[in-house]
Every structure is written in structure tokens, then in C-alpha cells.
């Protein structure tokens, strides 16, 4: 019995040290995979193309008024003339981010406190 809880012992000293070592994910082109599937309307989504308005959410954006500004959205970095899903995005402000899709164009604001 002493062997076998030493020999526990010692498998679970040397798996703690295993454990410390740092696991970098590499997606590889894939889609993430902390993004929804189905939208909530229940339309399963292409992320290359069918994305609505409401499943693009503006993460952070940096502004240079020189308008050279950048902006994420969805995990992607995109600066004026970029495509995001079918919208383009025109402008990129302080706060906000203008996208057009066809002849509609939409706002995706900056929340406050980000």
C-alpha cells in the first residue's frame, strides 16, 4: 500500500509541473471558438458573410486624426475601407465606427468605460 501511494505521489508531483507550462492557442485561420454559432434569431451563422448588426460588437478603437485610426470588431482589427462580414466600414471615429451595408449604413458605438 506504501508503494502505491508513493508512486501517487510522485505522478502527481511531476503532472503539477507540466501544468505550469504556458498553452499558446493557434487558430490557424479557423473561426473562434468563443463566437456564436446561431444568431439570436436562430439562423445558423456564416461568419465570412451573415453577420446582422447585432452580432458585430465594437471591442476598441484606436483614433489618429490623422485618419489613420483603427478599430476592433469582433476580435478583428479594421481601419476605413475594410470589410466586416458584408459591411464596409466608412469612417472610424473617437467612439463610434459607421458601416455600410448596401444603401443602409449602420453605427456601432464604443460602450462607456471601455
Known amino acids: 500500500m506504501r508503494k502505491f501511494i508513493l508512486l501517487m505521489v ?10 505550469e507550462e504556458k498553452f499558446q492557442y493557434d487558430a490557424k485561420g479557423k473561426r473562434d471558438p468563443f463566437w456564436k454559432l446561431v444568431t439570436n434569431s436562430g439562423v445558423i451563422v456564416n461568419y465570412d458573410t451573415d453577420l446582422a448588426i447585432a452580432d458585430l460588437t465594437l471591442e476598441g478603437i484606436i483614433f489618429d486624426p490623422q485618419g489613420n485610426s483603427l478599430a476592433i470588431i ?3 482589427i479594421v481601419k476605413v475601407n475594410d470589410q466586416v462580414a458584408s459591411f464596409l466600414v466608412v469612417k472610424v471615429e473617437k467612439d463610434r465606427v ?7 449604413m449602420f453605427v456601432l458605438e464604443l460602450k462607456k468605460g471601455e
Request: proline content about 0%; some cysteine; aromatic content about 4%.
Open 10 to 19: 510522485l505522478c502527481f508531483a511531476s503532472s503539477v509541473g507540466a501544468a
Open 74 to 76: 469582433n476580435g478583428k
Open 98 to 104: 459607421v458601416l455600410v451595408k448596401g444603401a443602409e
